[in-house]
């Protein structure tokens, strides 16, 4: 069986792929062909043209500044994106329109609408995420960091961790208690807060594979205003929710596109190193072609559940596990094939410390052993691979919940 789009989306498919041509060189093999400045200055440049031909907020209705398509043609330009190997937006857009602004979309006031979404669309202000705590990561709900209400302000002290690309950002959204005396889950707001403040810290985290694109901030009577929380005050939680489901879910149709794109890499790795005729490696290599082929069906299920209009919900820890597991076997696969080179990388390494290296990537060590390195971090980063099948288990399954303890 293989399934298709329907008429209507095949042809604003064609759509996408003229847009394409004509904004991109007629040379052009993707950014894993760029590095550097190179690259930098073409993801700034390519976020532009997106934002000025209204490729951005693709779902959003038109009164904010999207273009309210459809969820079928919103994962077309997606897929279409991923296979011409360009991104949708630059780095914190992931944290700004996939998650705080879908998140607003659907919690927010209409005066936060108004006002935080064209910005984030814009580019005028740039989000990161304020959850994780060194006591709290896992164990969200747990949190310490502490807001409270001064007036018309709400008053910040604390630390979050892990911060992705928050030396890039202006905004954050933060996770805070706001009531001491309730119990944990309750007791959450979820607030907007401003990044260029006397009282805001960013500390880079140095990695394993030697970036930094983790970061500690840190509040010291940071503020805020006090209209700026979204949901209601304490019951933050809930908003939460909503947002690690986007963040989680709303990529899984298009992720399995990447990840192909990554297998097919890897499998010419092999010819070149001569690798493609022993027996274990092909064995190895078709492990990993049937979870590929699995998680584009598990994608696909995502995706009729979006077209139908359902929100992102306890599912999407499905396909979480399924890719950030997956991911780990396969470049330690890439890592067998390399052999005693991959102790000495050489050549361009990845772009990013998130997912596969971009499209059109060359086949150097340095970009296989940081993919590897950075491979761990995905059990970890949205929810490690133990609160997701806990999640899965008492909510997709119905068992019953682990046992608190005293």
Avoid at 256 to 277: M, Q, W
Avoid at 279 to 300: D, F, N, T
Avoid at 367 to 377: E, H, I, M, P, Q
Wanted: glycine share 10%.
């Amino acid at each position: 069986m293989e399934p298709r789009y329907a008429p209507e989306a095949e042809a604003y498919r064609e759509k996408v792929q003229a847009f394409l041509a004509e904004h991109l060189p007629s040379t052009w093999e993707g950014t894993g062909a760029l590095e550097g400045e190179a690259l930098d200055a073409f993801v700034d440049q390519w976020r532009k043209t997106l934002y000025e031909n209204g490729m951005l907020g693709l779902s959003w209705p038109q009164a904010y500044g999207g273009a309210g398509l459809s969820p079928l043609e919103l994962v077309v330009v997606a897929e279409e994106f991923a296979k011409a190997g360009v991104p949708s937006g630059s780095a914190n857009d992931v944290f700004g329109i996939q998650m705080v602004g879908n998140t607003i979309l659907r919690w927010g006031t209409e005066e936060q609408k108004a006002h935080f979404l064209p910005r984030i669309l814009s580019g005028a202000d740039r989000w990161c995420q304020g959850y994780s705590e060194p006591n709290a990561g896992s164990d969200l709900a747990n949190l310490g960091c502490k807001a409270v209400l001064d007036g018309d302000e709400w008053v910040l002290n604390g630390q979050k961790i892990w911060t992705s690309a928050g030396h890039l950002a202006d905004w954050i959204f933060v996770l805070a208690r706001t009531d001491t005396e309730a119990p944990k889950h309750k007791g959450i707001s979820f607030l907007l807060v401003p990044m260029d403040q006397p009282g805001v810290e960013v500390r880079p985290i140095a990695m394993i594979s030697g970036e930094s694109e983790f970061n500690e901030v840190f509040f010291t009577d940071a503020r805020c205003p006090r209209e700026n929380v979204v949901g209601e005050v304490n019951g933050g939680w809930a908003v939460a929710m909503t947002l690690l489901g986007y963040e989680r879910g709303e990529a899984a149709a298009v992720l399995p596109i990447r990840y192909r794109g990554e297998l097919d890499r890897l499998t010419e790795l092999a010819r070149e190193r001569g690798r493609h005729t022993d027996p274990v490696i092909r064995q190895r290599l078709a492990w990993c072609h049937s979870k590929v082929e699995i998680m584009r069906y598990l994608g696909m299920r995502a995706l009729t559940k979006f077209v139908a209009g359902e929100h992102p919900g306890a599912d999407s820890a499905i396909s979480k596990l399924y890719w950030s597991e997956y991911h780990k076997v396969v470049t330690e696969l890439a890592v067998d094939i390399l052999g005693s080179d991959a102790l000495v990388p050489s050549g361009r390494p990845p772009t990013s410390s998130f997912q596969t290296d971009d499209p059109g990537a060359p086949n150097s060590t340095a970009s296989w052993v940081g993919t590897f390195l950075n491979a761990r971090a995905g059990t970890i980063y949205a929810g490690t691979s133990q609160v997701q099948r806990n999640i899965i288990g008492e909510m997709v399954l119905g068992l019953p919940k682990e046992p608190k303890p005293a």
